[in-house]
């Protein structure tokens, strides 16, 4: 019980770490956020942050990897007889729900801006193999599948990863803002389609009702 209250805390710590990380370089640009600043704001000392993260970058993206985590969590807990797929796309679209809402047009722009620059891209690029880890490990073990000797679980964590970020990088670059949750449907169901169809003829372009 105690371990387990223990882990609690650590959790709560990393997540206020990154959401203040996050918050703070929406509201002043990411370049004019410190590391003092963050942990000012989520009210820890400056050494606590540094055993969590090693950069404002690393904590801005770990809200990724935490959240893949969430996703695998929750895919676990669906009902046993649920497909595979349909507890999968609950799953990752119980913890995008209301995302959009907490964000108006202005902060779009700021939030644009964070996500678009170098250093968060480069960052994100490493953490996306936690992200998919974390994903794969959860579908893994809802399948009985041995992740170690089986690609599977790695093949359609890694699709599911993709699909969910080509998605939210075409919710925060869209101008004028559009609902993230169909963004997210959208790109899981064509995924789920491009699995299922051939793909069209070269040349010839897809009508897009087909996907839908």
Same mark, same amino acid.
């Given at each position: 019980? &105690?371990?387990?209250?223990?882990? #609690? ?6 997540? =206020? ?5 996050? &918050? ?7 370049? @004019? ?17 540094? @055993? !969590? ?11 990724? =990897?935490?959240?893949? #985590? ?32 907490? !964000? ?23 953490? @996306?193999? /936690?992200?998919? @880890? ?7 073990? #809802?399948?009985?599948?041995?992740? /170690? ?13 993709? =699909?969910?970020?080509?998605?939210? &990088? ?23 389609? =491009? ?18």
């Amino acid at each position: 019980m &105690r371990a387990g209250l223990r882990a #609690r805390k650590k959790l709560a710590t990393r997540q =206020a770490l990154s959401s203040a990380a996050l &918050r703070l370089a929406i509201e002043r640009g990411l370049e @004019n956020v410190t590391i003092e600043d963050i942990t000012a704001e989520a009210d820890v000392a400056l050494r606590t942050f540094r @055993n !969590y993260f090693a950069s404002k970058y690393e904590a801005i993206c770990a809200i990724g =990897a935490d959240r893949a #985590r969430r996703i695998g969590a929750s895919l676990l807990d669906r009902p046993a007889s649920e497909p595979l797929w349909q507890a999968l796309t609950s799953a990752v679209l119980q913890h995008y729900e209301g995302t959009d809402k907490a !964000y108006g047009p202005e902060t779009m722009i700021a939030l644009r801006l964070v996500l678009s620059s170098p250093a968060i891209r480069g960052e994100y690029l490493k953490i @996306n193999f /936690e992200m998919q @880890n974390a994903l794969a490990a959860a579908i893994a073990e #809802r399948t009985g599948i041995d992740v /170690e000797d089986d690609m599977y679980p790695q093949i359609v964590a890694g699709a599911v990863t993709v =699909a969910s970020q080509v998605a939210l &990088r075409r919710w925060y670059r869209a101008d004028p803002p559009v609902p993230l949750r169909p963004m997210l449907e959208l790109a899981l169901h064509q995924l789920a389609s =491009a699995c299922s169809q051939p793909a069209p003829a070269l040349g010839v372009a897809a009508d897009p009702d087909s996907r839908l």
